[in-house]
């Protein structure tokens, strides 16, 4: 579900390493922002080439001077297509939201799933994971391009953004940079997640968890046994460990699963099912 980069003016960019990994972990295209000398913030982004992550970066005039925002991204919903990567003006217009080489006076990059109160994905009566505007999208615009920067950029309503969303921002603007949610400070860089690491699959668990429910779960000997059980009515009460998807179990690094509400899912069946009722 995306990683977010914040790089503060003075600091070096992410190594080569990390770029890596973070294109590895979210395969789904790159975008950065950063703060140019007239104190306007340029958006460059529509990387969908892993050599595109350079190609864009090498496009930043004395890049370790500059404030940025740097975005991984890792599509839950929206097209996957250059217009649709991060960063985006903070605006209502969607030709802006999907310009790639666009100059603004904020720009705000998202690393989650944003829900509606009732826990569907944001304004989702059916599957839009395929076309369309993502979540962090119409977000943006529905809600705080509504807002003064004054009235955005205030501590309380920060706090409800984040308590709201449950997500991770970061926002650029001539003022610098404004981070959302929890992020680690490595050398100087502010990551969203930990998905600029190289992913560590874990062996197969030996041990099977299973859900509360009216049937009873029996014990399994091995992985054979456990196998032939996910066939049979039980399989509707199994909830599998932290690299399993819940609903192919398929093995899945944790951090390319995707999380709605006590389920975890991989990717293809997230995109499969579209919203968890």
Known sequence: MCLLIA????????????????????????????????????????????????????RVPNVKNKAMLLHFRFATEGDISPGNCHPFPVS???KALTNCNKVC????????????????NYYSGQVTYKTGLSDTQRFVKNHLAMMPQNIMFSPSVMRLIEAYTKSKFAFLNRDGIRLIGQFTEVDGLWFSNDSYLPSKVKPFAKT??????????PAFD???DYADYLTDDYADYLTVGSDYCDVCYSLIHNRQLIHVYEYQLCRDCFRELGDIK
């Open 208 to 217: 099977y968890k299973v859900k509360q429910g009216k049937l009873d779960a």
């Open 105 to 120: 006076d904020v720009a705000v990059a998202h690393n989650g799933i944003i829900y509606d109160d009732m826990g569907y």
């Open 92 to 94: 209502t217009d969607d």
């Open 7 to 58: 790089k503060p003016e003075g600091v070096d960019l992410p190594t080569e390493e990390q770029l890596h990994h973070a294109w590895e972990n979210n395969p789904d295209g790159f975008g950065l922002a950063f703060l140019n000398s007239r104190g306007m913030v340029h958006i460059i982004k529509g990387g969908m080439l892993p050599s595109s992550v350079n190609e864009i970066m090498g």
């Open 222 to 224: 091995d992985d054979d």
